[in-house]
């Protein structure tokens, strides 16, 4: 059965890898045999991390690049692809909420979340896709969110941007699945991390949510990578657009 979860030999690009969940998941791939690319924007942040992972014997690089960056995205895609011979992992989860009421958000605000959780998503998982349908076999895995199934005040676009996200992975789903491609998508619920670390800080927040998640607690990184790693691995070879909920069971309880 562990030979299920066992990635060697694979290459696996991540973004959005340099903190929080993009991390935890990065470490989960790496700790269970694959070379992992790690992406962000900040080269040095993403040097630090592939150090420790390298320290611990596990065989990851960094590489910074803009997921927004139509150019630099093609780019990384093609060097992964030649430096490496194969790219058998995407994880799309670069990601970015803008905070504030739908009556006061501005065009552009609007359009930078979607650029960034949506657009930017298609472009990698079309590039990736194409080099993954080439060779038989791929895995495209989506970070989106409860959001995009629930919504809250407050973060219109970052639902409706999540919202498409799980849209496109059952289009990617049937798109590259014929070629062996399996796109999937997990929709984390409240997780601490950096990005949530003021509404963790919350008190009245924090009481709300643990009131809300029948587990009773926020979830931690690396339940999320651990979720990653079975969409990942031969574990999940006969799971095509699904939508992994890991929210503790929020979405179910009234």
Same mark, same amino acid.
């Given at each position: 059965?562990?030979?299920?979860f066992?990635l060697?030999?694979?290459?696996?690009l991540?973004?959005?890898?340099?903190?929080g969940?993009g991390?935890a998941?990065?470490e989960?791939?790496?700790e269970h045999?694959a070379?992992?690319v790690l992406?962000s924007r900040d080269?040095?942040?993403?040097?630090k991390?592939a150090a420790?992972?390298?320290k611990?014997?596990?065989?990851a690089?960094?590489?910074?690049?803009d997921?927004?960056?139509?150019a630099?995205?093609?780019?990384?895609?093609a060097a992964v692809?030649a430096e490496?011979?194969?790219?058998?992992?995407?994880v799309?989860?670069? *990601?970015m909420?803008h905070?504030?009421p739908?009556?006061?958000?501005?065009?552009?605000d609007?359009?930078r979340?979607i650029?960034?959780?949506?657009?930017?998503?298609?472009?990698l998982s079309?590039d990736? *896709?194409?080099?993954?349908?080439a060779?038989?076999h791929?895995?495209?895995i989506?970070?989106?969110s409860i959001?995009?199934l629930v919504?809250?005040p *407050?973060?219109a676009?970052?639902?409706a941007?999540k919202g498409?996200?799980v849209?496109?992975t059952?289009?990617?789903?049937v798109e590259?699945?014929?070629q062996?491609v399996?796109?999937?998508a997990?929709?984390?619920g409240?997780?601490?991390?950096d990005?949530?670390?003021?509404?963790?800080n919350d008190?009245?927040f924090d009481?709300?949510?643990?009131?809300r998640t029948?587990?009773g607690?926020?979830?931690?990184?690396?339940e999320?990578?651990a979720?990653?790693l079975f969409?990942?691995s031969?574990?999940?070879?006969y799971v095509?657009g699904?939508l992994?909920?890991?929210?503790?069971?929020?979405?179910?309880?009234?």
């Amino acid at each position: 059965m562990s030979k299920l979860f066992s990635l060697e030999g694979r290459v696996a690009l991540v973004t959005g890898a340099s903190r929080g969940l993009g991390w935890a998941i990065a470490e989960a791939l790496a700790e269970h045999g694959a070379h992992v690319v790690l992406s962000s924007r900040d080269q040095a942040a993403l040097e630090k991390r592939a150090a420790e992972l390298d320290k611990r014997g596990l065989s990851a690089q960094a590489r910074a690049f803009d997921a927004a960056d139509r150019a630099a995205g093609a780019e990384a895609v093609a060097a992964v692809q030649a430096e490496h011979g194969r790219l058998d992992i995407l994880v799309n989860n670069a *990601g970015m909420v803008h905070r504030g009421p739908i009556a006061e958000l501005a065009d552009e605000d609007w359009d930078r979340v979607i650029e960034v959780n949506l657009t930017a998503v298609m472009r990698l998982s079309r590039d990736a *896709g194409r080099q993954m349908a080439a060779r038989g076999h791929g895995r495209i895995i989506n970070t989106a969110s409860i959001m995009g199934l629930v919504a809250r005040p *407050g973060v219109a676009s970052y639902v409706a941007s999540k919202g498409g996200l799980v849209a496109l992975t059952r289009a990617l789903a049937v798109e590259f699945g014929p070629q062996g491609v399996n796109s999937n998508a997990i929709a984390p619920g409240y997780i601490v991390s950096d990005m949530t670390a003021d509404l963790h800080n919350d008190p009245e927040f924090d009481s709300f949510v643990r009131g809300r998640t029948p587990l009773g607690r926020w979830g931690e990184a690396k339940e999320i990578g651990a979720v990653a790693l079975f969409l990942a691995s031969d574990a999940s070879s006969y799971v095509n657009g699904h939508l992994l909920v890991a929210d503790g069971g929020l979405t179910v309880s009234l």
